[in-house]
């Protein structure tokens, strides 16, 4: 393929010169002549493992070329991948202007050039920046994503200085968020040489994995320099611990815990967070990742309060109330909370929890329910039937049996499905299907 890289920086240089040494013809484009002559002669602008030789191959081969002039990279290319800097402000915002300018020139010269083009922005962006500052100056240009002239795809980077080269060509993923399926297969044409699985989505997703990936390794940092600092004031080495901790890949290193939906409650969690934070205070060492979960989890639990409370309605059916699925266990569970919350702002609550009948809980189980929710055994109706015959609005805070499901896709249609526990799908629940996660059904990219 013909690709335009605007930016030849760090991420548009090893762009460039990867596409190039995979066999696609490649026009560097920027502003600065410097960077441009560097790259004209086969020189890399700056010093990255590989990367100076890989320049100078495949220039002397053909496929790599450099310029200052954005009309001549267009009119050259079918797809242009910008890759432009966007900085931080003062204030912690991205910085646009630079990628709104580079965004204009590409667009206002698409107004003179007929053949279908893509845009390809690699630059990170949130979701809001591409629907306000970037779609309304396509649509100025007169080069709406609706046409059949112009795609667009947010296709993030994943780049790591000093192994930018192999991370290329063996990342984890591609991700492809692209406005239309052309578009998408355009972009996806780019990569078709390597083995790196390639996955499809929208571009406000694709730009939001980018975001949350770079959050959750920034996370790893501070959570492992958290462990050490503990560990050190216990006279234990954290770097073993911590070696340890990797090795479980079933639940510490794994896709366990990393979905989104309830609060987690249960015996082991919050005791065992609570006596690290408390043991941590004693000792006048500040932990302030671990410190916040649990006002994070507290401010989760709130939100989903207030969703409940925002329908409008006010006969309520909770399904589940153990901490999790297939438990009688109810000590910290956060399902026990919301329903003590939502009692005391005068909700009409029912709840249906198999594993809980009277005489079957005992010992400090039953004196934390009866303490929590005095009332409890009022509250329980014995199938999902009952419960879903009272509720105006069912919350579901454990995992729904495939056997239940049915008695949900016979909802009516006045009555909303809240799935905290993603257990359900629109297309199984009669009602309206609500969750913490999912935008309104009307939320779609423009």
């Known amino acids: 393929m013909k690709v335009s890289v605007f930016g030849i920086g760090y991420v548009g240089c090893v762009t460039a010169a990867c596409l190039a040494r995979e066999g696609h ?5 920027d502003v600065d002549p410097i960077k441009v002559r560097a790259l004209n002669e086969g020189r890399a602008p700056f010093f990255e493992p590989g990367l100076g030789d890989l320049i100078s191959q495949v220039k002397t081969a053909g496929r790599l070329r450099a310029t200052t002039d954005h009309a001549d990279a267009v009119r050259s290319s079918d797809i242009a991948l910008i890759c432009v800097g966007t900085p931080t402000n003062s204030n912690g915002s991205t910085r646009m202007d630079f990628l709104k300018h580079v965004f204009a020139r590409i667009t206002d010269e698409l107004r003179f050039k007929e053949d279908y083009f893509v845009i390809a922005l690699r630059s990170t962006v949130l979701p809001t920046a591409i629907e306000e500052d970037l779609m309304p100056i396509m ?11 112009v795609g667009f795809a947010y296709n993030p980077e994943f780049l790591r200085e ?6 290329f060509h063996d990342a984890p993923w591609t991700i492809i968020g692209a406005s239309d399926s052309r578009a998408g297969d355009t972009v996806a044409s780019l990569y078709r040489n390597l083995s790196t699985p390639i996955v499809r989505t929208d571009p406000k997703t694709a730009a939001l994995v980018k975001y949350f990936s770079n959050a959750f390794h920034a996370l790893k940092v501070v959570f492992g320099n958290e462990v050490g600092s503990f560990c050190r004031e216990m006279g234990v080495d954290g770097a073993e611990v911590m070696e340890i901790f990797c090795q479980d890949t079933k639940l510490n290193i794994s896709h366990r815990y990393l979905k989104p ?16 934070v408390c043991e941590a205070a004693k000792r006048g060492l500040s932990l302030p990742v671990l410190e916040a979960i649990r006002v994070s989890n507290d401010t989760h639990l709130k939100n989903c309060i207030q969703m409940v409370a925002e329908t409008g309605k006010r006969r309520i059916g909770l399904v589940g109330l153990s901490f999790k699925a297939g438990t009688d266990d109810l000590r910290e569970s956060p399902a026990v909370e919301l329903a003590e919350r939502l009692i005391g702002k005068g909700f009409d609550v029912q709840i249906y929890e198999p594993s809980i009948a009277p005489g079957r809980l005992h010992g400090t189980n039953l004196n934390f329910i009866e303490k929590s929710i005095p009332h409890i055994w009022r509250l329980l109706v014995g199938n999902l039937d009952q419960l879903l015959e009272h509720a105006e ?3 579901v805070m454990q995992q729904v049996k495939l056997e239940d499901q049915p008695r949900f896709r016979a909802m009516k249609s006045e009555q909303i499905c ?3 526990a993603r257990s359900l799908g629109a297309e ?12 309104p059904r009307d939320a779609v990219f423009s």
């Open 25 to 29: 013809d490649v026009i560097g484009v």
């Open 139 to 149: 649509g100025r240009n007169s080069c709406s994503t609706s046409s059949d002239r």
């Open 162 to 167: 000093g192994a930018a080269l192999k991370d």
């Open 261 to 276: 939906g309830f609060a987690f409650g249960g015996s082991c969690l919050p005791k065992d967070l609570k006596a690290v």
């Open 393 to 395: 609005v069912v919350v």
């Open 418 to 420: 809240i799935d905290l």
């Open 428 to 439: 199984t629940v009669g009602g309206e299907c609500l969750s913490m996660d999912k935008p």
